[in-house]
């Protein structure tokens, strides 16, 4: 589901600018993370070093800095395998702080960031109920060996913990209260830890969910608007062909009669004619293979080729309806080239249709202007009156756009001023 593995790091400007910069291995990125950690770990470090403790001014001597200094950057350059084994690390990690509690002063007290961010690794990759387990079971063996040292004799006491790192003066308290306040620092730096990572890997899993969501979406969509398109230059292949079949074939059979009939200068009559008819049935075949391709092998009955001068028609089939519209002509009307006579047809039809889905009960009105030099055939919705079928899959708007660039005519489709809708088509003639 995820294009990322589980505990990556999330897509986004970081991600990017670390593929530009050359780091783009999961390994290669992990490790410059646990040297970020230990450079933030070193810096603080330098800082808890030259803080002055008022009971003891000289609480850190030279070995016990070196001592804490190595194990907290061991810690953070661990970092390295926290995807390749975040179980072991845990355990590692658990091993190193309570080294490190060990070795601090009894006036203060370190936690370094590097189990923390173990802990928030592992509460992403492992499930929550495992990931919790194992935090605790790292925590229980901090506090395992911590208190084995203290009883040995090697602390006499520990001051309470919080997470990062934390300086205390040193206060009277029990070993009682010193160890409840170790275990609370542990529980939250590892369990703690896991929550944060579950929540992250969550975060990121919903997100990854979302965009699959919507990259199969368009998929659909994109496979929708293409069998769409390729229905609607199948079926104005099929009235291409009727068309242009019924046009040329006339125009074989008249020319036949015509060779037969003429007298005047028979010979040459004959032989203009006979290429006439050539000339015409080469055509049919040459469209009837191109309209075989288009149609992609796709059958069906043939049907009564629609026009304008049937509108009246499909008008009163949308009155029938329940729609109130209006036809009006305008103009000395003229004929048009059959194909552009059935697409303007078809853009009426389908305008009507969307109408009636998307503004039910709205009036519409279609204008048939016959200019000197175009025909606009325009078709407008007023505003809805009632709510309509909800938002359509635009495939309508995109097979009337295909009639329109078929005939060579100009397509516009938007909303009004008014709040309805507006299909506009200008056929130049």
């Given at each position: 589901m995820d294009d990322h593995p589980r505990g990556a790091w999330p897509p986004g400007r970081l991600d990017r600018l670390l593929t530009r910069i050359g780091v783009t291995g999961p390994l290669a990125r992990d490790c410059l993370l646990a040297v970020v950690v230990a450079a933030l770990s070193a810096g603080m470090l330098l800082v808890l070093f030259e803080v002055d403790l008022p009971s003891s001014p000289t609480v850190f001597s030279a070995t016990r800095k070196l001592a804490i200094s190595a194990l907290i950057l061991a810690q953070a350059l661990l970092l390295c395998l926290?995807?390749?084994?975040?179980?072991?690390l845990m355990a590692v990690m658990a091993v190193i702080q309570a080294a490190i509690t060990i070795a601090t002063p009894d006036a203060a007290s370190v936690r370094g960031f590097a189990p923390f961010v173990a802990a928030i690794t592992l509460g992403s990759l492992l499930p929550v109920r495992r990931a919790v387990a194992v935090a605790a079971a790292a925590s229980g063996l901090e506090l395992v060996i911590t208190v084995?040292?203290?009883?040995?004799?090697?602390?006499?006491?520990?001051?309470?913990?919080?997470?990062?790192?934390?300086?205390?003066?040193?206060?009277?308290?029990?070993?009682?209260?010193a160890l409840l306040g170790h275990t609370a620092a542990s529980l939250l730096a590892f369990v703690g830890g896991v929550f944060v990572g579950n929540y992250f890997a969550t975060q990121r899993r919903y997100a990854a969910l979302l965009r699959l969501r919507a990259d199969e979406a368009e998929r659909e969509q994109r496979a929708r608007i293409a069998s769409a398109i390729g229905e609607e230059r199948a079926r104005m292949a099929r009235e291409l062909h009727d068309v242009a079949a019924h046009h040329l074939s006339g125009m074989v059979v008249q020319a036949s009669a015509v060779e037969r009939l003429i007298d005047r200068d028979p010979a040459a009559a004959k032989e203009g004619v006979v290429w006439l008819r050539g000339q015409g049935r080469e055509t049919l075949d040459n469209l009837r293979a191109v309209v075989g391709v288009l149609r992609g092998g796709a059958d069906g009955e043939d049907a009564p080729v629609p026009g304008l001068e049937v509108l009246d028609g499909l008008v009163r089939t949308a009155a029938d309806l329940g729609a109130r519209v209006e036809l009006v002509r305008e103009g000395q009307e003229r004929p048009v080239p059959p194909i552009a006579d059935i697409a303007l047809y078809r853009v009426v039809q389908e305008s009507l249709s969307n109408a009636r889905q998307h503004a039910p009960g709205a009036p519409?009105?279609?204008s048939l202007r016959y200019l000197p030099r175009k025909v606009e055939l325009e078709v407008v919705n007023d505003r809805p009156r009632r709510p309509g079928g909800g938002p359509g899959s635009g495939v309508g708007l995109i097979g009337m756009r295909e009639r329109a660039q078929l005939?060579?005519?100009?397509?516009t489709a938007a909303p009004t001023a008014?709040?309805?809708w507006c299909v506009m088509v200008s056929l130049p003639t």
């Open positions: 926290r995807r390749v084994a975040p179980v072991p084995g040292a203290l009883a040995l004799g090697r602390v006499s006491s520990m001051s309470s913990m919080v997470m990062g790192f934390a300086l205390e003066p040193d206060v009277p308290s029990s070993p009682f209260a519409v009105r279609i005939i060579g005519a100009a397509f008014a709040g309805g």
